[in-house]
């Protein structure tokens, strides 16, 4: 789908609620929020929000473009295949949950490892972009992204809800990271993803039956 096909699109704030919603609690528990609560140790935090932002509005561009193209195929397929990923993330994240509390100290250490030197200003930012963007490339938010904009028919709804759910988080990892997890249990956040995943490919299941 083009820039120019996006722009005329209709924009839902209904739609991007529900995406917001959806991908909020599935990235949470990600290793996103504890990349970014890491790099806020290493640079000042706002550089990091917005080298992480920016790395995030990337990947929701090229996730709903995709999920656009996928809209243009029958919509049977279309929704079977949505159906598929949402059950696959569900499968995903409850496998995951027992050692969510473990892989939080691994992903930390590997995080650590890789802002070793401190950066100031721009450097900062270019350097919180790329470690977010080639760490996060092809994880499970994105995918969802793109079966959400392939259900709904609507990448540019679809793209706001899921990069202001993922600008939030990111915002929270580099400003509350910390005190946050102090407070949270990742195994519960990802539990509660995966049952909002279930939900959703058990919906669009219903939606072709009645279709």
Excluded: N
């Amino acid at each position: 789908m083009t820039p120019v096909e996006l722009a005329a699109m209709t924009f839902s704030i209904a739609t991007a609620a529900i995406v917001f919603a959806l991908i909020f609690p599935v990235e949470l528990p990600d290793k996103t929020f504890i990349a970014t609560l890491v790099l806020a140790t290493r640079y000042r935090p706002l550089l990091v929000w917005i080298g992480v932002a920016s790395a995030f509005a990337v990947q929701t561009v090229v996730a709903v473009t995709l999920g656009g193209l996928l809209a243009k195929l029958p919509h049977q397929p279309v929704q079977i295949l949505a159906a598929c990923m949402f059950a696959l993330g569900a499968v995903i994240l409850f496998r995951g949950a027992s050692a969510a509390d473990e892989e939080e100290h691994e992903v930390e250490e590997e995080f650590a490892a890789k802002v070793a030197v401190p950066e100031t200003g721009f450097r900062a930012v270019v350097a919180s972009f790329l470690i977010l963007f080639l760490a996060e490339w092809g994880d499970l938010s994105q995918l969802l992204t793109a079966s959400l904009a392939a259900k709904y028919q609507d990448p540019v709804s679809v793209g706001v809800g899921a990069f202001l759910a993922l600008a939030t988080i990111s915002a929270l990892g580099a400003a509350l990271g910390r005190q946050l997890l102090k407070r949270m249990k990742l195994a519960t956040i990802r539990r509660v993803g995966a049952s909002v995943c279930l939900l959703l490919s058990a919906l669009t299941v219903v939606e072709l039956v009645r279709g």
